[in-house]
């Protein structure tokens, strides 16, 4: 029987705990929970221990961000022989067939090594309705996949190729840490699911996503209310770490300085300072950038302590 570990990053996650562990003890396969807690204040870690003696809690005192302590929860069920490596948001939850169905796809696809994540459909936590941003990876994904239209007609594949879908719920094989490696420590928070993603591609690995296995991710359902500068602070370096990309840090400065240029002929003061910001930025890191580009071109388990 394959050995499926599941690795939850938690940070003050009390509002969802109950859901989110409770689910896992009920799931049809049996997992194993490494939990890596990032410092939490409001009682998580006590909770944990109190009513989920089971699972494999460790704790930093400090708030490593999202990557970092995945990476150490990945390597630390990699030790323990885990043959799939589930990562899950700690607003998230599962249903009993959720990884049993996610499971069985992997188990028919003719050629395995070619499957990088395998992801299940993401419902938002009322349970009625798919996560919001998931509508939005199968809508960017339409001419691909068709499966806005399958699923209308009921005639919806075993799963689907998709481009992109954030890290709530990756389901991750052996193959796949031993390939691609772990996340970029370089992203603190956001960003690091792209990257990890462009490097997946990189090595020739796809995302498949199931309809037929679900779960869910009670994260922000409002898109107007999303704060993207969050995201679009970190597009420059998730574009000069993809390896896909030739001469991608120069072509980044490039474009930026023309960008300055642009905006100092237009009068533009307050982007021209936030282009400024940034240009600055890659300059000061640009012998870590070059080097952590070259990094990721290498097959193996990269910025993972194995």
């Known amino acids: 029987m394959s050995k499926v570990h599941i690795i939850i990053v ?10 989110c562990f409770t689910s896992l003890r009920q799931s049809s396969i049996l997992l194993k929970c490494i939990v890596v807690d990032n410092g939490s204040t409001d009682g998580t870690q006590e909770y944990i221990r109190k009513n989920f003696s089971e699972v494999e809690l460790i704790i930093s005192e ?48 003719e050629n395995r090594d070619e499957i990088g994540i395998i992801s299940p459909m993401h419902l938002d936590g009322s349970e009625k309705h798919l996560d919001i941003f998931l509508d939005k990876y199968i809508a960017i994904n339409f001419e691909k996949t068709r499966l ?15 481009s992109f879908i954030n890290a709530a719920h990756w389901l991750l094989p052996k193959s796949t840490i031993e390939t691609v490696g772990g996340f970029n420590p370089y992203f603190f928070h956001y960003g690091e699911d792209t990257e990890y993603v462009n490097r997946m591609k990189f090595h ?59 905006n100092i002929f237009t009068a533009n003061g307050r982007n021209l300072r936030n282009l400024q910001a940034k240009y600055r930025k890659i300059v000061k890191d640009e012998k870590s950038l070059t080097e952590i580009a070259d990094q990721v071109k290498h097959k193996g388990p990269t910025f993972l302590n194995l």
Do not use: C
């Not at 938690?10 to 859901?19: L, P």
């Not at 899950?88 to 599962?94: E, K, T, V």
């Not at 806005?148 to 998709?162: R, V």
């Open 62 to 109: 400090d708030n490593l961000g999202f990557g970092k302590a995945n990476n150490i929860g990945i390597a630390r069920a990699y030790q323990q022989g885990a043959d799939f490596f589930y990562l899950m948001n700690q607003d998230a939850w599962l249903f009993p067939d959720s990884i049993k169905k996610l499971l069985e796809i992997y188990g028919k696809y």
């Open 10 to 19: 938690t940070y003050n996650a009390m509002k969802w705990a109950e859901k």
């Open 204 to 262: 020739q690995k796809k995302i498949l996503l199931v309809p037929g296995s679900k779960v869910v991710h009670d994260g922000k359902q409002n898109l107007a209310k999303i704060d993207y500068t969050k995201y679009e602070d970190l597009t420059i370096e998730t574009n000069i770490l993809d390896p896909n990309l030739k001469n991608a840090l120069q072509l980044e400065k490039k474009s930026l300085r023309q960008s300055m240029l642009k």
């Open 148 to 162: 806005i239209s399958d699923l209308y007609l009921q005639t919806q594949k075993p799963y689907y190729e998709i």
